[in-house]
T-cell receptor, first 116, second 113 residues
Framework: AQSVTQLGSHVSVSEGALVLLRCNYS??????LFWYVQYPNQGLQLLLK??????LVKGINGFEAEFKKSETSFHLTKPSAHMSDAAEYFC??????????????FGKGTLLTVNP | DADVTQTPRNRITKTGKRIMLECSQT?????MYWYRQDPGLGLRLIYY???????NKGEISDGYSVSRQAQAKFSLSLESAIPNQTALYFC????????????FGEGSRLTVL
């Protein structure tokens, strides 16, 4: 069975500072990896995803993540935080579960606070 | 208009009442899901449906039931609500063979007093 661990339930950065949100996973088969973002009072929206190919994935709003198989990690970064980045971020792993089905497992989320 | 629409967005009810949360989608996806979000626990899967005739329990289905009325509609019911069912509920959809990527509604906040 797969699992996802997000290190740090709450991360606080200053505006303009580097954002680093950590995600490690375990999976017995090659996974697909996702980062979702949830802004206050909204649903989750896809930030970026890794399926196959290039291991550095670029998403919306200047975020990117790198799939590192040897480290079983998929950390999310952004060079310079904006106040509008304040949100909760969820890492998720998807693995095939037979036929055309996939099983998606979410991490518990990391709340990002951006200080002026 | 949103691709995945949930109603109601907010609901306050009392213990023992029956509650239905509704979800409709215009994405044309066959697969629909209900998740529950609690602080510090992330998202937990309640029920999922791969088509109108295929409904499956998720990890926390006790106390909940669902109905897939059509490809585009998937409702979640709490037959007798209890306070620990107070949570934010999300409906989501996915495409068959879409690598598991989900498309979420904006959520239904339920408070059970």
């Amino acid at each position: 069975a797969q699992s996802v661990t997000q290190l740090g339930s709450h991360v606080s950065v200053s505006e303009g500072a580097l954002v680093l949100l950590r995600c490690n996973y375990s999976s017995s088969v090659p996974p697909y990896l996702f980062w979702y973002v949830q802004y206050p009072n909204q649903g989750l929206q896809l930030l970026l995803k890794y399926t196959t190919g290039a291991t550095l994935v670029k998403g919306i709003n200047g975020f990117e993540a790198e799939f590192k198989k040897s480290e079983t990690s998929f950390h999310l970064t952004k060079p310079s935080a904006h106040m509008s980045d304040a949100a909760e971020y969820f890492c998720a792993v998807s693995v095939p579960s037979g036929g055309s089905n996939y099983k998606l497992t979410f991490g518990k989320g990391t709340l990002l606070t951006v200080n002026p | 208009d949103a691709d995945v629409t949930q109603t109601p967005r907010n609901r306050i009810t009392k213990t023992g009442k029956r509650i239905m949360l509704e979800c409709s989608q215009t994405k044309g996806h066959d697969r629909m899901y209900w998740y529950r979000q609690d602080p510090g626990l992330g998202l937990r899967l309640i029920y999922y449906s791969f088509d109108v005739k295929d409904i499956n329990k998720g990890e926390i289905s006790d106390g909940y039931s669902v109905s897939r009325q059509a490809q585009a509609k998937f409702s979640l019911s709490l037959e007798s609500a209890i306070p620990n069912q107070t949570a934010l509920y999300f409906c989501a959809t996915s495409d068959t063979g879409g690598n598991g990527e989900l498309f979420f509604g904006e959520g239904s906040r339920l408070t059970v007093l």
